[in-house]
């Protein structure tokens, strides 16, 4: 099966480009077109920009692991009691039956459904021992978040519960986001909100009380690791100044990797009792079950491609501009003229492509590529682009210096560095 999610545009954009630009800024961080055909002094060329694929919901893409793997419940059947009345102990949770199993699946099914779906784990039978859940979701792709990720509970949220990420396919893991009715007493960890984040900090780990805590099951289901209110930081509250949010990302590899993920870790670590002793007569309330979990976000592809496909089960970035790989992150084999890079979101609105040459720049080639695309982008991009850009880049890149050298110095102990790249779009 081959799905294509996003807008193959290879448009002929010609004398509407002018018109387009009209629309500026709103127009601005598409990012959606990789060539198009221009008129220039030698007839119709190609003019190249950056590109990257629409965002979409990713939780389509994934493979989820379960650790332990036998902890769905179920099998063998066992009753649970009912949230609203923890009196009322014969809800059954059974495998084998269709309509009374709570398989991973249904994390990831339509939602709107009545009655609601949800995975469920075995009940805290073995307490005092911790009843303990990782669930992995792989994407064995390189993706890079551009919405909040929205996790909604069917029981109570959990009292200790921590967001992992890893940015190599899962060799390697790095917390996002602690969650706990009480951080000082779970993690040892000062309780903060996202509001407590600002641009030199956003890297920063925080533990937070604001999803745990108020257990009114009812209305407080979701936990959230919030990414448009980080997006804010540099973008402003409604994400209006999103150039300022593109030049950060473009300078500052800290902030792309904060933002790109191969796996993502939930780890259940407490479920929620609803009350400071636990109920050691009747175990069966405390178990945890989600109904959904939201990952919005795009492929990575280094801005060298607008569509990623899945394909025998797996992503990945339909390359442009000479470039290869599952994240064009390289050139192909007969275009290493020179380095590969990836695209740049600079300047705004159309970015740069940083297309591959060709090998030998031989007779035959056309002339000087690089020199053509910028020759076309001063041709086809008005002003008003051409100089926003230089005060963008140098107003952010004195910021990505400041934050780059906070998020590596020694007293920021929870500052976030990670190897691999790169950007995200808000569109
Ligand atoms: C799950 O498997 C582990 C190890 O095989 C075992 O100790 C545990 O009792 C099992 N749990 C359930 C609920 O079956
Ligand atoms: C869950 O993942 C963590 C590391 O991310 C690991 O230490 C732990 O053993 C895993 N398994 C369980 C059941 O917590
Ligand atoms: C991940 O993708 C690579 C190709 O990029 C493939 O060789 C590998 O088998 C995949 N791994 C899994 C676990 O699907
Ligand atoms: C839970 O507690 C209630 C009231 O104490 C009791 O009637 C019920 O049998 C208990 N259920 C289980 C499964 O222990
Ligand atoms: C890349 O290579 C193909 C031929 O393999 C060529 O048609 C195309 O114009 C080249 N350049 C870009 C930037 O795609
Ligand atoms: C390509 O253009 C650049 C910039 O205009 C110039 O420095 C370079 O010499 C040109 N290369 C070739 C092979 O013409």
């Given at each position: 099966m081959r799905f294509q999610f996003a807008l193959t545009l290879q448009a002929i954009w010609t004398g509407m480009c002018n018109a387009a630009m009209q629309h500026y800024p709103a127009a601005w961080g598409h990012y959606d077109v990789c060539k198009s055909q221009v008129y220039s002094d030698e007839g119709l060329t190609w003019d190249y920009m950056a590109c990257q694929p629409e965002a979409a919901d990713m939780t389509q893409f994934l493979k989820v692991t379960l650790d332990p793997p036998n902890i769905t419940c179920g099998d063998p059947p066992e009753t649970y009691c009912a949230l609203e009345n923890p009196y009322m102990c014969n809800n059954e949770c059974d495998a084998s039956t269709e309509e009374l199993a709570h398989p991973p699946q249904l994390m990831f099914d339509i939602e709107g459904r009545n009655p609601t779906t949800f995975w469920q784990s075995t009940t805290w039978k073995k307490y005092?021992?911790?009843?303990?859940?990782?669930?992995?979701?792989?994407?064995?792709?390189?993706?890079?978040?551009?919405?909040?990720?929205?996790?909604?509970?069917?029981?109570?949220?959990?009292?200790?519960?921590?967001?992992?990420?890893?940015?190599?396919?899962?060799?390697?893991?790095?917390?996002?986001?602690?969650?706990?009715?009480?951080?000082?007493?779970?993690?040892?960890?000062?309780?903060?909100?996202?509001?407590?984040?600002?641009?030199?900090?956003?890297?920063?780990?925080?533990?937070?009380?604001?999803?745990?805590?108020?257990?009114?099951?009812?209305?407080?289901?979701?936990?959230?690791?919030?990414?448009?209110?980080?997006?804010?930081?540099?973008?402003?509250?409604?994400?209006?100044?999103?150039?300022?949010?593109?030049?950060?990302?473009?300078?500052?590899?800290?902030?792309?990797?904060?933002?790109?993920?191969?796996?993502?870790?939930?780890?259940?670590?407490?479920?929620?009792?609803?009350?400071?002793?636990?109920?050691?007569?009747?175990?069966?309330?405390?178990?945890?079950?989600?109904?959904?979990?939201?990952?919005?976000?795009?492929?990575?592809?280094?801005?060298?491609?607008?569509?990623?496909?899945?394909?025998?089960?797996?992503?990945?970035?339909?390359?442009?501009?000479?470039?290869?790989?599952?994240?064009?992150?390289?050139?192909?084999?007969?275009?290493?003229?020179?380095?590969?890079?990836?695209?740049?979101?600079?300047?705004?609105?159309?970015?740069?492509?940083?297309?591959?040459?060709?090998?030998?720049?031989?007779?035959?080639?056309r002339p000087n590529v690089s020199s053509l695309g910028v020759a076309n982008r001063k041709e086809v991009a008005p002003q008003v682009a051409l100089s926003t850009a230089p005060s963008v880049h140098a107003a952010n890149s004195k910021r990505g210096r400041s934050s780059g050298s906070r998020a590596s110095s020694p007293d920021d102990t929870a500052a976030f560095l990670l190897p691999t790249p790169r950007h995200v779009c808000f569109c």
């Amino acid at each position: 099966m081959r799905f294509q999610f996003a807008l193959t545009l290879q448009a002929i954009w010609t004398g509407m480009c002018n018109a387009a630009m009209q629309h500026y800024p709103a127009a601005w961080g598409h990012y959606d077109v990789c060539k198009s055909q221009v008129y220039s002094d030698e007839g119709l060329t190609w003019d190249y920009m950056a590109c990257q694929p629409e965002a979409a919901d990713m939780t389509q893409f994934l493979k989820v692991t379960l650790d332990p793997p036998n902890i769905t419940c179920g099998d063998p059947p066992e009753t649970y009691c009912a949230l609203e009345n923890p009196y009322m102990c014969n809800n059954e949770c059974d495998a084998s039956t269709e309509e009374l199993a709570h398989p991973p699946q249904l994390m990831f099914d339509i939602e709107g459904r009545n009655p609601t779906t949800f995975w469920q784990s075995t009940t805290w039978k073995k307490y005092p021992k911790a009843l303990l859940v990782n669930i992995t979701l792989s994407w064995n792709k390189t993706i890079e978040l551009t919405d909040d990720i929205v996790i909604t509970f069917e029981s109570g949220r959990p009292e200790q519960m921590v967001l992992e990420k890893s940015l190599d396919y899962g060799r390697t893991w790095q917390p996002y986001q602690f969650y706990a009715t009480d951080c000082l007493d779970a993690f040892t960890m000062e309780p903060k909100t996202v509001q407590d984040l600002s641009q030199h900090t956003l890297l920063d780990i925080i533990c937070t009380e604001d999803y745990s805590r108020g257990y009114v099951w009812k209305y407080d289901k979701t936990v959230r690791f919030e990414i448009k209110d980080r997006f804010a930081l540099f973008a402003g509250p409604r994400l209006h100044n999103m150039a300022s949010l593109y030049g950060q990302l473009d300078t500052t590899k800290n902030l792309r990797d904060f933002f790109t993920i191969t796996d993502l870790r939930i780890r259940l670590l407490r479920p929620a009792t609803g009350a400071t002793m636990v109920d050691e007569s009747n175990l069966s309330r405390y178990f945890y079950a989600i109904s959904d979990i939201k990952v919005q976000g795009r492929c990575k592809c280094n801005l060298h491609a607008n569509s990623c496909v899945f394909d025998k089960e797996k992503l990945s970035c339909e390359c442009e501009h000479n470039t290869t790989g599952p994240d064009c992150g390289r050139c192909k084999r007969s275009y290493q003229g020179r380095a590969w890079s990836a695209g740049s979101y600079l300047p705004i609105p159309k970015g740069t492509a940083n297309i591959c040459v060709p090998n030998n720049i031989g007779p035959v080639i056309r002339p000087n590529v690089s020199s053509l695309g910028v020759a076309n982008r001063k041709e086809v991009a008005p002003q008003v682009a051409l100089s926003t850009a230089p005060s963008v880049h140098a107003a952010n890149s004195k910021r990505g210096r400041s934050s780059g050298s906070r998020a590596s110095s020694p007293d920021d102990t929870a500052a976030f560095l990670l190897p691999t790249p790169r950007h995200v779009c808000f569109c």
